[in-house]
Nanobody, 115 residues
Framework: QVQLVESGGGLVQPGGSLRLSCAASGAISMMRSMGWERQGPEKQRELVARILSTGTTYYAESVKGRFTISRDSAKNTVNLQMYDLGPEDTAFYYC?????????WGQGTQVTVSS
């Protein structure tokens, strides 16, 4: 089992920035990747960014150049630094961890971009 706790969401003005963090505990040695997904109003859940255990990163096209994912292996956390946020980034953001046995998701944190 892996437990995930997200933090860092909130309300930000367009053009602003936020940093999301996800702390993992439990069977963390089995994690193959950590990442973030989001689901906006009346939208399907989508991958935002992912970092593999090798350090390889993947980003959705819509966030490339604006978001940066990083992992602190010592603290078992994954962070998502978000810059130049726009209303289209408004969503519930979920931390995601993949293990060989199953996938895990956190409870989510709301990000709202509005003036």
């Amino acid at each position: 089992q892996v437990q995930l706790v997200e933090s860092g969401g909130g309300l930000v003005q367009p053009g602003g920035s936020l940093r999301l963090s996800c702390a993992a505990s439990g069977a963390i040695s089995m994690m193959r990747s950590m990442g973030w997904e989001r689901q906006g109003p009346e939208k399907q859940r989508e991958l935002v960014a992912r970092i593999l255990s090798t350090g390889t990163t993947y980003y959705a096209e819509s966030v490339k150049g604006r978001f940066t994912i990083s992992r602190d292996s010592a603290k078992n956390t994954v962070n998502l630094q978000m810059y130049d946020l726009g209303p289209e980034d408004t969503a519930f953001y979920y931390c995601h961890v993949a293990t060989p046995a199953k996938d895990y998701w956190g409870q989510g944190t709301q990000v709202t971009v509005s003036s």
